[in-house]
């Protein structure tokens, strides 16, 4: 093995070992929250979700729920919005201060909350949303409530976060399901001494904070509406309204069997009596930097399976790096070694004077005369012996030296994809950096998204210089153009699918749809930051730099072009080189596919995995594109500018195709509206890889193209002559 690349995968496995260990590293939060005794603590209420739907709804906005009172509790009035950034507004956060009362220091038996009175439509909507699984999500002290569960062997326990709403069990008499409603809320708050200065004036801090739940029927309460007992087994509170005969039996007069029909709007109601508890525990063996752990806790035991995708990524890659090294060393023979060089360093054909009095039709066809030859340096012993070793000595990939930088088709549109391909690198490495530092967290609630949109946005000046000047390099004038479809073609489309997916939410009344007042602000981002942002970046990249330099020269006329093998055509091209990437990624794309869709309880916090695998990801497709282009340029095929995105992000189709499979094989999504948004946000996030992903791939392939056609030839060495 060359010492240089041992010297490279000792140092990679280096860097893979580091990132390994920062993997659960992160800021909990950038200030420390203390409270002494009989300090009143905020509790704020956010949404409910559901594994099953893609779908959320604010809490305040459910019916059969005690609506704000207005009244202030720890500073804040109940139903006052908390302020959100633009990551929580996206992900369908919708915090606001609630009527609970909870105060540092002392436990509450039992409080009561209120009695709603909600109707058949409040009773239908709570049956609804339990038959989902949807869950509630309050937070105190920026911890999320949790349900409190214990591993199978029993050694630890760990979170996960939010509490069922709701309930349903058998009627033992009729068989038909029943629907309960979790009315009595038991808070349990772990908490310990605040560390220095705050510690020592009586300061506790919130280490915990557990929710456990009940279903108490409406009888047995005493004079304020608490439960007689809350610790008693009790019946629970059922959702459930009889029917009312008499607007039934109007309704079929000649019918003998009534049906019941929960949408019969007669005024009847159902009072659902809340109430909860509040104890506080103090617990030592948690430190408050390490409180998130318990989120965490159940990802342990698939360590394992992370570096099975780690050795799976790496295997694949020293394969392909030792098929790159090959490709390379066999170029580099073939120019400086196999048809011999100068003492100068320059290219020198071998040659032999055919035998007959005319040349070969086919080396007439294959490799017209006028290659710059340098006949008295020649070694006469070195001839070659007939006029078909000389033909495959100039074949192959040195015959596209004239054509090779010729510009592609639709370069207008390329160049501007290309610059959206480099904001999207940028803001990918900016948040895998960020989240293995431990800077983006879960308790930095939508940090992930809203650092994600800024780096996005400012990163328009390196787009639109990256953008222009490739645009100058293909010769393109109207580099004003080139600016606006590079700030606004990838954004722009993007944006509008996004907001035509925000109408079919909006029609469901979820707090999943984006807000007006936050598509304004998109807007403006888009408009008053990044298209400036692009603008400089053109400006500068089009008038400022010079465009890329080319080792040789384009010819004045197009050559022709041989058949070309099946699998060197783009379609094919694309998915066979794509799977070797997704290859490289798809176990650890379960884990996120898992977070992201099927346990929306659980966080998604193994960046140093996730990193690595990324890292090896990246490096595949580079290696993937390398071949690949290398195969197109032996088969005479000089079109490799768009061949080179397609092959580097042919990745997407197969992780594409992995939701597909996920949906249908692990997923117990409902409804048109999930679904549709299950796959369309599968798409945009396949796009967008897509994108990057083919943008490093175009990156390589210009690399490698100019490097094999400028070993150590000055750029006007391959030139074509007239015949």
Known sequence: MPSGLRTRLCRLFALSSWISLINAFYIPGFSIKSYVDDEAIPLQVNKVYSDRSQLQYAYYD?????????????????????????GEVLRGDRIMASDYDVVMGQDQECQYLCSHQTDRQGVKRARELIEEGYVVEWIVDNLPGATSF????RTHKYYAAGFKIGYKD?????????????NHITLVIRYRKAPGRAGSRGGKVIVGFEVYTKS???????????????????????????????ELASKYPSSSYLPEEDDVDDGSTLKIPYSYSVYFREDDSIDWSRRWDMYFNNQEESNVIHWLAIVNSLVICSLLTVIVIMVINRTYR????????????????????????????RLREKAPAGLLEQSGEVDRDHDLSSDEEYVEDISGWKLLHGDVFRAPAYAGYLAPLIGSGMQLVFMATGLLILSCFGILNPSFRGGFVSVGVGLFVFAGIVSGYFSSRLYKTFGGMNWRRNTLMTALLFPGLLFTTIFILNLFVWAQASSTALPFGTLVGLIALMLLIQLPLVYVGSWYGFHQSQPYEHPTKTNSFVRPMPEQAWYTQNLYAALIAGFVPFAVIFIELLFVFRSLWQDKSGYYYVFGFLSIVSLAGILTVVEVTIVATYIMLCQENYHWWWQSVFIGGGSSFWIFLYCIIFYYTKLNIHGFVSGLLFFSYS????????????????????????????????????LYQSS
Do not use: W
């Open 334 to 361: 073939q120019v400086h070694g196999k048809d011999g060089a100068g003492d100068d360093g320059n290219l020198l054909l071998k040659r032999r004077k055919p035998t007959s009095g005319t040349k070969s039709p």
């Open 216 to 246: 108490i029927e409406v009888a047995h309460r005493d004079s304020i509406g608490c439960p007689q007992d809350v610790h008693s087994d009790t019946n629970g509170m059922e959702m459930y309204i009889g029917p009312n005969n008499t």
């Open 170 to 182: 058998f009627s033992p008499v009729t068989g038909k399901q029943k629907y309960y409603i979790n």
């Open 62 to 86: 459910l019916p059969f729920v005690c609506p704000p009172t207005g009244k202030k509790h720890a500073g804040y009035a109940s139903g006052r919005s908390i302020s959100l950034n633009l």
């Open 150 to 153: 214990v591993t199978v062997d």
């Open 683 to 718: 798409f945009l996030a396949c796009t967008v890889y897509g994108l990057l992903t083919g943008t490093v791939g175009f990156l390589t392939a210009y690399a490698f193209v100019r490097r094999i056609y400028g070993y150590g030839l000055p750029p006007d060495h391959f």
